[in-house]
């Protein structure tokens, strides 16, 4: 009996230029090796893949008129591990809010395929601006997101339909932790439509922020308890070694 062994072959990602080439080849096995730094620039925080628009697009779209031009949408088909790094200082934002094609769909990643993968990652003081079905992570996901945390300093402002990690899912959301906080219209306005995670179909397994204080709240005071129950026993100990000693030097006195 001959037994094979599929060996995928995986790309490692370190900077800007590495996740930007990701969109070359959109069924790559990708891997970050640290975290990647995006200085806050708009034009190296692009999106990986497109999300598709228009009313006659076939397939997965966005159900809207007035986008301005029909986009087929290119979807991230591969898989995309995070590794427990961050993507950081992202900026992606466009000045079309409302009718533009370039104002829809706007995230990290446009459009997460059946076989899309997108895991064990970190957001932070990732910022999105547009105009419909926007998200932090992914605009439209088919495929699996899990093991992400979306820090407090991440922001989102978009005037339709957006969620804080993706607007649309028919997918398999777990394992998220989300402190976002912060969204909103163009206007500062609260977002009409607005979603923790997302703002269609179900998800599972992801903690609010509401939740996640509760959580710190309760770590914190079990450690305070346990330093505190730490520091009478090294005290207890302090004392009774020194009783020790000052017996010992007693006796030898004597």
């Given at each position: 009996t001959t037994n094979f062994v599929r060996v995928i072959r995986a790309t490692y990602v370190s900077?800007?230029?590495?996740f930007k080439a990701i969109n070359e080849r959109l069924n790559g096995y990708y891997i970050l090796r640290q975290s990647i730094d995006f200085a806050s620039s708009y034009a190296?925080?692009?999106?990986?893949?497109?999300?598709p628009i228009g009313q006659a697009t076939?397939?997965?779209?966005?159900?809207?008129?007035?986008?301005?031009?029909?986009v087929a949408g290119t979807a991230f088909t591969g898989v995309f591990d995070g590794n427990g790094y961050a993507l950081m200082n992202y900026r992606r934002a466009s000045?079309?809010?409302?009718?533009?094609?370039?104002?829809?769909?706007?995230?990290?990643?446009?459009?997460?395929?059946?076989?899309g993968v997108v895991k064990n990652l970190t957001l932070r003081n990732i910022s999105v601006h547009g105009g419909q079905d926007?998200?932090?992570?992914a605009a439209f996901n088919e495929g699996t997101i899990e093991n992400i945390v979306?820090?407090?300093?991440c922001t989102l402002y978009s005037n339709y339909g957006n969620g804080g990690l993706t607007d649309v899912n028919f997918g398999t959301i777990q394992n998220v932790v989300s402190f976002l906080t912060k969204y909103g219209d163009r206007n500062g306005s609260e977002s009409r439509d607005f979603g923790w995670m997302t703002t269609s179909s179900t998800y599972s397994?992801?903690?609010?922020?509401?939740?996640v204080n509760a959580h710190i709240s309760a770590d914190r005071e079990e450690i305070a308890e346990l330093t505190a129950a730490h520091e009478r026993?090294?005290?207890?100990?302090?004392?009774?070694?020194?009783?020790?000693?000052?017996?010992?030097?007693?006796a030898h006195e004597q």
């Open positions: 900077d800007v230029a590495g190296d925080s692009v999106t990986i893949g497109a999300a076939e397939g997965f779209k966005i159900e809207t008129e007035g986008a301005g031009s029909e000045e079309a809010y409302t009718s533009a094609t370039e104002g829809y769909g706007l995230a990290v990643f446009g459009w997460i395929g059946e076989s926007c998200a932090l992570l979306v820090e407090e300093s397994d992801v903690t609010q922020p509401a939740a026993e090294i005290e207890a100990l302090h004392e009774e070694y020194g009783q020790k000693i000052a017996a010992i030097n007693e």
